[in-house]
Structure formats: structure tokens, C-alpha cells
């Protein structure tokens, strides 16, 4: 699948729309507006316009032939207002990203929460907030933008699986080992078929102790990649560790029956005379 489709710009709708846009959709003299992206050479995805003149919100999948009959090319509108805004969003986040990398978390939360006001569920801002938060230790508003991020379709989509990735990669290394969990288990419910998310989410179960679950997602990523070298290293030292555990454990057992036995014979000999005739008697 391709990393990126191909933009066709804003469109509006040429007759009444059953689809539902719902409060943030924008209705001008042309009707709804949409933006439209071109996924293959049957398929186009639309998605409407808030108020900012940016896509926000339910994108939906639209045949060659409803496109073709249905939407009409609005580039002057496009060029006027969706792109400079467009620019201005993508102005934001980088600001945001900027300053973050500057340690500068107050301008760096500014600049992405203008960028989220702009468009709510853009994920490069939302992911920029709960990275802020994250540092900031601020876990309140942290789980308030995972829940918001849990909820984007964007964020799980082929396109974004880097960054999405990554993103669960900083959680973990933060300690936030059950925000990483529930991030990548959601991003597996996407797609179960990418080996790097059953690693990762094994690496955040393994620093919570939960050994079987690691070993369960460290096998499926060699299931699916036989050639996966780190998973395979990982899970022969999750056994090697599984392993010195359990002879601790033996060796324990082992110790405190030896030392029940001691105590038991120290018993005996510690009885009186007269006992120890009669038992032997």
C-alpha cells in the first residue's frame, strides 16, 4: 500500500448528500465541501471540511463512478482558503515539534494545541500534546489526548504505522508501560500482521513482568517473521531468565525441606531419655 495518495483538492457535493457531516461540517452556497485524496484509480476517499476549511472527521470511501457524477472541482476555494490553512496547521506542529526538542515544553504545548484547535483530530499535534504531557508528567491530561488519539482512525492507518510505532516506543521508554499496551494493542487490532508491533508490545509487557504475554507476542512476531533476529535473541533470554528462575526456585524448595528435615531430626534428638527409650523399645 502507498505511503502517501495522491490530492485532489476540495470538492463540493452537487446535489443533497445523505451522508450526515454532523456540527462540524461547513455548508456554503456550493453545499457541503470535501477534501478529497485519490486512494487508486477506482477508489477516492472524501472527507469534509470544518470550519477552518481543513478535513476533520469521518473520511468515507466513494466509487470512480459517484465521484465523477456527484462532486465538482472547487480549486479557487482550495487555493484561498483550504491550503493556506493547511500550511498554517502544518506551521504549528513543526513549531511544536521544535520547541519540544528545545525542552521548551510550555511554547511547545501552546503551538500544538493551536494546531489541535485548528484541527481536532490531527495526529501529528495530538501525538506532540501527550509527548508534552508525558514529560511534563501531567498524566491527567496525557490519558484525556490517548483516549482522543485512541479514537482517530488516521492514527492507525498503513501510512501512519511509523509513527504510530514510534509513539508507543517513547510510552515505553517513559515507564507509561500500560499507556504503550493499550496504544499498540489497538494498533493490532488494525493489523495483527506486523511483526515490529508484537515485539514492541512484548518489550512493554516483559518490563511489567508479565512474561506470558511477552512470550506470546514475541512468538507471533517470529511467526510471522521467521528471520526476525532480535524477537528470537529476546525470547531465548525471556526462557534462559523463565529457566534460572524456576532452578532458584527448586533449590529454594530444596533448602526448606532440608532445613525441615534438620529440625525435625534435631527434634528427636532433643527429646528426653526416657522418650527415646520407650520409642525405641
Not at 490530492?7 to 457531516?21: A, D, L, N, P
Not at 469534509?48 to 476555494?77: I, K, M
Not at 490517548?146 to 516506543?169: A, P, S, Y
Not at 518489550?203 to 521467521?226: M, Q, T, V
Amino acid at each position: 500500500m502507498s505511503e502517501e495518495y495522491e490530492v485532489m483538492g476540495v470538492y463540493s457535493h452537487s446535489t443533497k448528500y445523505e451522508y450526515k457531516v454532523g456540527e462540524r461540517g461547513s455548508r456554503y452556497r456550493h453545499g457541503t465541501f470535501w477534501f478529497v485524496r485519490k486512494r487508486s484509480d477506482d477508489m477516492f476517499e472524501v472527507r469534509p471540511l470544518n470550519a477552518h476549511h481543513v478535513p476533520s472527521g469521518v473520511s468515507r470511501l466513494v466509487s470512480h463512478e459517484d465521484f465523477l457524477q456527484y462532486y465538482t472541482p472547487e480549486l479557487a476555494y482550495y487555493q484561498e482558503n483550504t491550503m493556506p490553512c493547511l500550511d498554517n496547521l502544518r506551521k504549528k506542529v513543526r513549531m511544536g515539534r521544535r520547541y519540544f526538542n528545545m525542552g521548551q515544553l510550555e511554547r511547545a504545548e501552546q503551538e500544538f494545541c493551536d494546531a489541535v484547535l485548528l484541527q481536532d483530530d490531527n495526529v501529528d499535534s495530538n501525538m506532540g500534546l501527550s509527548e508534552v504531557y508525558a514529560e511534563q508528567q501531567q498524566f491527567t491530561k496525557l490519558r484525556s489526548v490517548l483516549d482522543k488519539l485512541m479514537n482517530i482512525d488516521e492514527v492507525f492507518r498503513e501510512e501512519q504505522r511509523h509513527k504510530f510505532n514510534e509513539f508507543g516506543i517513547n510510552l515505553r521508554k517513559k515507564e507509561l508501560y500500560d499507556d504503550a499496551i493499550r496504544f499498540y494493542s489497538k494498533a493490532l487490532e488494525v493489523n495483527d500482521e506486523d511483526e515490529n508491533l508484537h515485539f514492541n508490545i512484548a518489550r512493554a509487557f516483559y518490563s511489567k513482568d508479565l512474561i506470558k504475554e511477552c512470550r506470546k507476542h514475541l512468538r507471533r512476531a517470529i511467526d510471522i517473521n521467521p528471520k526476525m533476529n532480535e524477537a528470537q535473541l529476546f525470547l531465548r533470554s525471556v526462557d534462559k531468565d523463565i529457566a534460572f528462575e524456576k532452578e532458584m526456585r527448586r533449590k529454594e524448595q530444596e533448602g526448606r525441606a532440608a532445613i525441615a528435615r534438620g529440625l525435625k531430626k534435631r527434634s528427636r534428638n532433643d527429646a528426653p531419655e526416657s522418650k527415646r527409650i520407650k520409642l525405641e523399645f
